[in-house]
């Protein structure tokens, strides 16, 4: 009797883990698509306009969150996912094709973040100051560089001390 008993109290415990496991298998197997910036896109670091400022934006889809986190500038989304405390499992991550949108105003055009080049050290800014311009090609990139600066690296190129966010608000001269 206590045999019985026990395997249904496990098989109770463990209708709810399958059935939640399932539901993952199903989230994770489900192509992310990159939403759009509109007017009203905010910053989820700091609530700024996404569409105020120049430069390559980001957004990051984590896993269980219907709606994806929007960055004003591809340093953010680094200094976010490289945090050690960073613990949220990430499902997508999408930065601009700055080989194809236009710095001033960019819009659309969203590559997955990990198999896109980036140049650090640029002369161009973006929304806080210095930024990693990112490209699909690595021609775009490396025109790029040759026209502003800076050198070219892959996503895991890019270390967390890099990913620096102090002094965004002096090269802003809207805040």
């Not at 984590?62 to 340093?75: L, N």
């Not at 499902?91 to 601009?96: E, H, I, L, T, Y």
């Not at 896109?116 to 640029?122: C, D, E, K, N």
Request: glycine fraction near 8%.
């Amino acid at each position: 009797m206590n045999f019985n008993r026990r395997h249904l109290l496990l098989a109770a415990c463990a209708a709810p883990l399958t059935v939640l496991i399932g539901c993952s298998q199903s989230d994770a197997a489900t192509p992310i698509k990159p939403a759009q910036i509109d007017p009203a896109t905010t910053c989820d670091l700091d609530g700024m306009l996404l569409a105020d400022y120049p430069g390559p934006k980001a957004q990051v889809h984590f896993v269980g969150v219907a709606a994806p986190v929007f960055f004003c500038d591809t340093v953010e989304m680094f200094a976010t996912l490289l945090r050690p405390e960073q613990v949220r499992a990430v499902r997508a991550a999408f930065v601009q094709d700055m080989g194809r949108a236009d710095w001033d105003k960019p819009q659309g055009h969203w590559i997955e973040a990990d198999k896109a080049l980036y140049i650090v050290g640029s002369k161009r800014h973006g929304s806080m100051g210095p930024t990693f311009a990112s490209f699909a090609a690595e021609a775009d990139a490396k025109k790029f560089a040759s026209a502003h600066g800076g050198r070219l690296l892959s996503y895991a190129g890019i270390k967390p001390d890099m990913a620096d966010l102090s002094g965004g608000a002096v090269h802003d001269s809207r805040m």
